[in-house]
């Protein structure tokens, strides 16, 4: 396979005939080419979409109340219902793939008009009270201070944390915050903490949220026991769905909703909604491979018919050869040698210069995102190929260029020597 004279041949055959070589290799070079550039823009895409989501606990799920839309133990259809404490101790006493049970308090009606006072600065911001395990289903980044802890709900402690954007305007720039007081909806909450959040905030909302203990919240606004939603994970070992199942059982009995009504509980399952991303992904992969294969072996089609040319022009030397004894297999090395090296060489530059492409769209990536606002959510991430793939490449091409070449190098064995010689 290394024989100097047999290197020599296929040289000078590709130099005699350049750009029948070049465009044949050029439809191996483009099925690389655009399976490198493919495969790295899926995986781009798939890095950004799950990016913003990547510290979110994926084995987690929301639940909320919604009207009724049945009648039921005496009650109307369209009854405003809501969860209460009472729900919750039942959650954590009941379900045993149970792990973490958050309630939430949104504060919707308080985001009418300015509710936040500092002094003479005044804003309009949303306020939600929180249990610290929140901060395990949907995690922040805490600039300054510290989370709401156990202590803040129990003691039914007046403090707070805010946003990062609720610090920029109600505090001067580089400002202590920490214990200082502000004004949220007529009652005074001491600031505990600065926090940003991690991953994607649509909206700014995060940055632009002020968070109560949530027992605090529930007696200072006269809430009384009502929650407006939970956050949950499962245990290890447990699906969402099947712990969701047992809470939405638990919330129908409490609170005389029909079994049937599968509009007065809001659900929201983390877990299937990952579940059915990750299967998207793999059916775009799928079809990337197709394409791309598909390609590829388009492209070793065109390699195949310009080897059965190139065995027909050398008929005659073919015949010369086999007549001073040369064994067949001398001469499909020499048709495979050329085809498999004619389709590798094309194959690594398109490799290259899919790499190439994917370095510097991943470099313009980078520099947006720089300069991206924070609520601007990263549709396309990272766009790489692996080793992987260049491994799964080379083999396609070594198995590509030794099927081209091998009709074309089977038909030229089958060629007898007295014929090949009368061949003009």
């Known amino acids: ?60 799920g929301f639940m909320w109340s919604n009207p009724t839309t049945k009648a039921f133990g005496g009650f109307q259809r369209g009854r405003r219902w809501f969860p209460n404490n009472l729900d919750a101790e039942q959650f954590r ?33 949303s306020i939600t009270g929180d249990y610290p395990q929140f901060q395990l289903v949907d995690p922040s980044t805490f600039i300054l201070g510290r989370n709401i802890n156990e202590e803040d709900i129990r003691l039914k402690r007046k403090v707070c944390v805010i946003g990062e954007m609720v610090y920029d305007v109600m505090f001067d720039k580089n400002e202590d915050p920490i214990g200082k007081s502000i004004r949220v909806n007529g009652v005074y909450f001491t600031v505990i903490g600065v926090s940003k959040p991690k991953g994607f905030d649509h909206g700014n909302r995060k940055v632009q949220t002020i968070y ?29 769905q099947e712990v969701m199942d047992e809470l939405i059982a638990i919330l129908q009995k409490n609170h005389s909703i029909a079994p049937d009504d599968f509009e007065a509980i809001g659900k929201v399952n983390i877990e299937e909604k990952l579940k059915q ?20 072996i388009a492209g070793a089609v065109g390699i195949s018919n310009i ?41 690594f530059l398109g490799l290259a210069f899919g790499t190439i492409v994917l370095q510097m769209v991943d470099t313009i990536v980078d520099a947006s995102r720089a300069m991206a606002k924070p609520d601007q ?19 396609m091409l070594i198995f590509a260029g030794f099927i081209a070449g091998l009709i074309p190098a089977l038909k030229a064995v089958r060629i007898k020597p007295i014929d090949a010689l009368r061949h003009e």
């Open 1 to 60: 396979m290394f024989e100097k004279d047999r290197w020599q041949e296929i040289f000078s055959a590709i130099k005699q005939n350049k750009i029948r070589s070049a465009l044949t290799a050029f439809g191996v070079f483009w099925a690389i080419f655009m399976l490198v550039v493919m495969v790295g823009s899926g995986n781009g895409l798939k890095n950004g979409v799950t990016d913003g989501f990547k510290d979110f606990a994926q084995n987690s």
């Open 93 to 125: 006493d009941n379900v045993k793939g149970l792990d973490i049970i958050s309630p939430r308090l949104s504060g919707w009606g308080f985001n009418n008009g300015e509710n936040v006072v500092r002094g003479l600065r005044s804003g309009s911001y």
């Open 212 to 240: 109560l203990p949530f027992t605090s919240m529930q007696q200072a606004y006269n809430f009384g026991d009502q929650i407006d939603y939970f956050a949950f994970t499962a245990k290890e070992g447990y699906q969402v």
């Open 277 to 296: 991303m990750n299967f998207m992904f793999l059916g775009i992969n799928i079809l990337i491979w197709v394409v791309g294969i598909g390609t590829l």
């Open 307 to 347: 080897m059965l040319i190139v065995v027909k022009e050398r008929t005659k030397e073919i015949g010369i050869q086999r007549a001073i004894g040369a064994p067949p297999r001398i001469i499909v090395s020499q048709i495979l040698t050329e085809s498999v090296f004619l389709t590798l060489s094309a194959g």
């Open 377 to 395: 959510m990263t549709f396309f991430l990272n766009p790489q190929v692996g080793l992987s793939l260049a491994l799964s490449a080379l083999g």
